[in-house]
């Protein structure tokens, strides 16, 4: 599995969405790396893990993920979220903090959650995927834009870099789409035993502004973040703003990380 690093500093692990990789978060490695060291995480299938034969699933992944970049804050982004709750969950000794991008604990509306997509969207994406794979994904990424105040030039970059490490496997997208559908760790966010943010878009169409507040208010130690203008990709957006909040958070996680640590072993 792909991991690369950029800067010097203390640990923060980045995890990327459906059909993404990396390199998207960029943006975020130009305004952190002069404190901390940005490890850019490539799922199996996607980037430069295209090739990779290790299954896409948050259990099975998330010790190999803190075995590769122990002692940090992972922060995950829509999909990849799963891989660093699912590692801050398992892992807590090993785990600084954790910041949810854009990423919910259930991502389909339910009768106890309505702060979800309707439950037949990433169905429909996979059903659309083996009829037009190239125009499936460009429909994702505008709608990962949409309700941006600066909505077309974030989907610009997007596409822009979508692809510049080739295109994800179907059968990785298949199995992320699965994950989206299925997923629901809110019975699992009392036993959160790492400090969180969870950082939100007011104006996202994938997951709702109202999601994340409703998800700290279920883990102990959780604040969140509801970012006014923006989408699905905030750190497109607004990504000084996102910056600033994750530089906030690691330097309160790094501070008292160590006490942390040694009460939980």
């Given at each position: 599995m792909h991991i690369e690093s950029h800067g010097d500093g203390p640990s923060i692990a980045l995890v990327h969405g459906w059909a993404m990789h990396g390199g998207l978060f960029m943006p975020l490695v130009e305004r952190l790396r002069g404190h901390y060291?940005?490890?850019?995480?490539?799922?199996?299938?996607?980037?430069?893990?295209?090739?990779?034969?290790?299954?896409?699933?948050?259990?099975?992944?998330?010790p190999v993920l803190v075995d590769a970049v122990p002692d940090a804050v992972?922060?995950?982004?829509?999909?990849?979220?799963?891989?660093?709750?699912?590692?801050?969950l398992d892992q807590p000794a090993r785990v600084r903090g954790l910041v949810m991008l854009a990423s919910s604990p259930r991502f389909?509306?339910?009768?106890?959650?309505?702060?979800?997509?309707?439950p037949t969207l990433f169905r429909d994406f996979g059903d659309a995927l083996s009829r037009?794979?190239?125009?499936?994904?460009?429909?994702?990424?505008?709608?990962?834009?949409?309700?941006?105040?600066s909505a077309q030039t974030e989907l610009r970059d997007l596409r822009a870099r979508a692809f510049e490490?080739?295109?994800?496997?179907?059968?990785?997208?298949?199995?992320?789409?699965?994950?989206?559908?299925?997923?629901?760790a809110r019975n699992e966010l009392p036993q959160l035993r790492v400090p969180s943010l969870w950082i939100?878009?007011?104006?996202?169409?994938?997951?709702?502004?109202?999601?994340?507040?409703?998800?700290?208010?279920?883990?102990?130690?959780?604040?969140?973040?509801?970012?006014?203008?923006?989408?699905?990709?905030?750190?497109?957006g607004a990504?000084?703003?996102?910056?600033?909040?994750?530089?906030?958070?690691?330097?309160r996680a790094f501070a008292h990380g160590h006490d942390m640590t040694m009460q939980l072993r």
């Open positions: 060291t940005l490890h850019l995480v490539d799922l199996p299938g996607h980037g430069r893990s295209h090739d990779s034969d290790m299954p896409l699933d948050p259990a099975a992944l998330a992972w922060l995950g982004w829509s999909l990849g979220g799963q891989f660093a709750l699912r590692a801050a389909v509306v339910a009768d106890d959650w309505p702060h979800g997509v309707k037009d794979f190239r125009g499936t994904l460009d429909g994702f990424l505008a709608l990962e834009a949409l309700g941006s105040a490490r080739g295109e994800p496997a179907p059968a990785a997208l298949l199995r992320g789409l699965e994950l989206l559908d299925a997923f629901d939100s878009g007011r104006r996202d169409r994938l997951v709702p502004a109202g999601a994340m507040p409703a998800a700290a208010e279920l883990a102990p130690d959780a604040t969140s973040l509801v970012i006014r203008d923006a989408s699905h990709v905030p750190f497109l990504a000084d703003e996102v910056a600033q909040a994750i530089d906030d958070f690691a330097t």
